[in-house]
């Protein structure tokens, strides 16, 4: 009875400091996507499906489907926007919460350490294989970038994405080597 007690009071703790992590810490992130999804809301009123869902990390997330002729994933604080051929595969659901919760766990360093980067990475890995697709060994190569890993790990998809290495911080080092 006592330890009934005290996991439930641990657990609602838990649930206590991460509603308030995700408010404060997470807060400006979720800004953001709060103000790109009315933006996308307000352009393409009809071409929107907006709903929301609970995490297996218990919090809900709001997910706004868009359909449009470029598949995408954008994922802002608590909030996750995607193109609609996107939503359908779960697996790409899961990645995306994984930057969802490492949102939570950066807080404002998000946009900078995975924001900016996973966007970069995004854009020149669209850039290669519109134009030298042969460069391209697999379509699991965009997965091995230390911010997708990392968003994989989290989501628990990381053995979806063939990753050769076992843990996503390997990625990071091997592209602080790169870039040094």
């Known amino acids: 009875m006592i330890t009934e007690l005290r996991r439930s009071s641990i657990k609602y703790l838990f649930k206590f400091i991460s509603l308030k992590l995700a408010c404060n810490w997470g807060i400006f992130n979720t800004l953001i996507g709060l103000f790109i999804a009315l933006i996308y809301i307000k352009v393409f009123p009809h071409k929107n499906k ?4 609970q995490t ?3 919090y809900k997330v709001l997910l706004l489907q868009i ?4 598949s995408f994933g954008l994922s802002l604080g608590q909030v996750i926007i995607i193109s ?3 939503a359908k595969d779960h697996i790409i659901i899961q990645h995306e919460i ?7 766990i950066l807080g404002p360093l998000y946009l900078l350490f995975i924001g900016i980067p996973s966007l970069l990475r995004a854009f020149w890995f669209g850039l290669l294989y519109k134009y030298w697709p042969k460069l391209i060994k697999s379509e699991y190569e965009y997965f091995h970038f230390y911010t997708e890993a990392w968003a994989d790990q989290l989501g628990d998809i990381y053995n979806l994405h063939n990753h050769p290495k076992k843990n996503w911080w390997q ?8 870039i040094s």
């Open 84 to 86: 609609a051929d996107l």
């Open 56 to 58: 297996k990390f218990n």
């Open 98 to 104: 994984g930057h969802t919760e490492q949102s939570r």
């Open 50 to 53: 907006l709903q929301t869902f």
């Open 171 to 178: 990625y990071f080092f091997l592209f602080i080597k790169k």
């Open 67 to 70: 359909n449009t002729n470029t």
